[in-house]
């Protein structure tokens, strides 16, 4: 499956900003999808996730209340609503896709479930 993420760009903080990703192929509903991001000089982590329904979401706790991931199984497109953005989340912002049978709250989080990613979209929050 290939990933392709939009929606990235500058804002100010306070603001909002959307993030779609989408996904090639038509198998798009057996993945559960998550989002990472990057910040120079350290380590992607775990944003927010949701199962291939869009039953269950999961969020860092950085990013919990202030986020919304969902998802439109009919569009193959996985969505992250930023509100109440902060100078930390800048960064570039990666969707992935977890193709694995292993999922839920012990797996969700970690980068090794996902086997496909995105080229990455650049989120820079000013002040």
């Known amino acids: 499956v290939q990933l392709q993420a939009f929606g990235g760009g500058l804002v100010q903080a306070g603001g909002s900003l959307g993030l779609s990703c989408a996904a090639s192929?038509?198998?798009?509903?057996?993945?559960?999808m998550g989002w990472f991001r990057q910040a120079p000089g350290k380590e992607r982590e775990f944003v927010a996730a949701?199962?291939?329904?869009?039953?269950?979401?999961y969020y860092a706790d950085s990013v919990n209340g202030r986020f919304t991931i969902s998802r439109d199984n009919a569009k193959n497109t996985v969505y992250l609503q930023m509100n109440s953005l902060k100078l930390d989340d800048t960064a570039t912002y990666y969707c992935?896709?977890?193709?694995?049978?292993?999922?839920?709250?012990?797996?969700?989080?970690?980068?090794?479930?996902?086997?496909?990613w995105g080229q990455g979209t650049q989120v820079t929050v000013s002040s």
């Open positions: 992935a896709a977890a193709t694995g049978p292993r999922w839920g709250s012990d797996y969700a989080y970690i980068k090794s479930s996902y086997a496909y």
């Open positions: 192929g038509r198998t798009f509903s057996s993945y559960n």
């Open positions: 949701v199962s291939r329904s869009g039953g269950m979401t």
